[in-house]
């Protein structure tokens, strides 16, 4: 069954980058659109950021010019670099792929900015 093991988040100051990672198993990673999304304490999750098959991507407005997603067929593995992060990108941070978003979540990772 689909697996989505998301890593790489932590604590760093505002204006700092952090690289998350996303490792799929169970599915045919290549054929699939992935996201990543994020949720904010009392705040519905959102996206912020997809990439698809062929490597087209898009973003939310608030993100756009600061994260950039990519993916890595061969490795099963999609990625979110994030510059100038801010304290409103506080949050949870999860990938997943769009046919999986109502039956699917991993454990996330936690992503806080603050000095």
């Known amino acids: 069954q689909v ?3 998301e890593s790489g988040g932590g604590l760093v100051q505002p204006g700092g980058s952090l690289t998350l ?3 799929a198993s ?3 990673f290549r054929i699939y659109t992935m996201g990543w999304y994020r949720q904010a304490p009392g705040k519905e ?3 912020v950021a997809s990439i698809l098959r062929g490597g087209s991507t898009t973003y939310a407005d608030h993100v756009k010019g600061r994260f950039t997603i990519s993916r890595d067929n061969a490795k099963n593995m999609a990625y979110l670099q994030m510059n100038s992060l801010k304290p409103e990108d506080t949050a949870v941070y999860y990938c997943n792929a769009p046919q999986y978003v109502n039956n699917y979540w991993g454990q996330g990772t936690q992503v806080t900015v603050s000095s």
Do not use: H
């Open 3 to 5: 697996q989505l093991v």
């Open 21 to 23: 990672s996303c490792t």
């Open 26 to 28: 169970g599915i045919t």
């Open 45 to 47: 999750r959102e996206l």
